[in-house]
């Protein structure tokens, strides 16, 4: 369910302009941005690229791709 909250404008023209480079919608960049917060809270130790990676694998098992991860 949808619901307004209030930004301050440098965060909104922030996401403006993030959201146009990586081609998701204003709403999207927020949330996106808000999920890896989220997780970057819940999970201190973790670098960005691997929340990232992590967060694209999750979305991969989603997908139903599912192959042996190679080390190395």
């Known amino acids: 369910m949808p619901t307004a909250v209030r930004i301050s404008e440098a965060l909104l023209n922030d996401a ?4 146009k ?3 998701r919608s ?10 890896i917060g989220k997780c970057a809270e819940e999970n201190p130790d973790l670098t960005y690229d691997l929340i990232k990676e992590i ?4 979305e991969e098992l989603n997908q139903g ?7 190395g």
């Open 16 to 19: 403006r302009k993030f959201s």
């Open 21 to 23: 480079v990586d081609h």
């Open 26 to 35: 204003l709403t999207g960049q927020i949330e996106h941005w808000a999920r």
């Open 55 to 58: 967060l694209i694998g999750i």
């Open 65 to 71: 791709e599912r192959e042996e991860y190679q080390f």
